[in-house]
Antibody, heavy 123, light 111 residues
Framework: EVELVESGGGLVQPGGSLRLSCAASGFTFSGHSMNWVRQAPGKGLEWVSY????????QYADSVKGRFTISRDNAKSSLYLQMNSLRHDDTAVYYCTRGQGDTRWYLHRLGNWGQGTLVTVSS | QSVLTQPPSVSGAPGQRVTISCTGSSSNIGADYVVHWYQHLPGTAPTLLIF???NRPSGVPDRFSGSKSGTSASLAITGLQAEDEADYYC???????????FGTGTKVTVL
């Protein structure tokens, strides 16, 4: 059974940093792209970042470009999101998701989701 | 700001059929990028409901179906059940933004 478990969320001041982790199990982690998706309180889903199975292609939403960095460690079956220069509007539940599809990353679906970890940016 | 527009809410009695629209533009759905649909019960992990416009993952009841035409897509739920009460999101790719994009979300209420 596929399992994705996020950790690392918490309360951080504006301008601060936080690193999220996602531990994956139940599938061949190195064979799948991964993404981070977030949901602000009372809002809809927003895609944040994508990373190819081998880390060779990385994409970001404009709202986080230059501030967030996605990475992965296939040996540890883990996904990460380094978040710097955090702003109030980064407050959200952050979900780790497994991508599914062929080599065309833009056609991938988000086949599995974790339970999410809450990030609160507030002074 | 979402680039895919959905109605905020739809409702129906048990057993009825409801549809949720997802309206995009020429840079996403209209460019023939595939559409996926997700079901989200608040406080839980979202789940994939429909992928590649009209395909169901294993385990998803055939009461759920998807379609796409032009710059819009639709999710239909037939034989509505109480357990279908949830938020539903469409998702595609936008070539102008080079980004995955989600719909605004629709809350389904079973009367």
């Amino acid at each position: 059974e596929v399992e994705l478990v996020e950790s690392g969320g918490g309360l951080v001041q504006p301008g601060g940093s936080l690193r999220l982790s996602c531990a994956a199990s139940g599938f061949t982690f190195s064979g799948h792209s991964m993404n981070w998706v977030r949901q602000a309180p009372g809002k809809g889903l927003e895609w944040v970042s994508y990373i190819k199975s081998d880390g060779g292609n990385i994409q970001y939403a404009d709202s986080v470009k230059g501030r967030f960095t996605i990475s992965r460690d296939n040996a540890k079956s883990s996904l990460y999101l380094q978040m710097n220069s955090l702003r109030h509007d980064d407050t959200a539940v952050y979900y780790c998701t497994r991508g599914q599809g062929d080599t065309r990353w833009y056609l991938h679906r988000l086949g599995n989701w974790g339970q999410g970890t809450l990030v609160t940016v507030s002074s | 700001q979402s680039v895919l527009t959905q109605p905020p809410s739809v409702s129906g009695a048990p057993g009825q059929r409801v549809t949720i629209s997802c309206t995009g533009s020429s840079s996403n759905i209209g460019a023939d990028y595939v559409v996926h649909w997700y079901q989200h019960l608040p406080g839980t992990a979202p789940t994939l409901l429909i992928f590649n416009d009209n395909n169901r993952p294993s385990g998803v009841p055939d009461r759920f179906s998807g379609s796409k035409s032009g710059t819009s897509a639709s999710l239909a739920i037939t034989g509505l059940q109480a357990e279908d009460e949830a938020d539903y999101y469409c998702q595609s790719y936008d070539g102008s933004l080079s980004a995955y994009v989600f719909g605004t979300g629709t809350k389904v209420t079973v009367l």
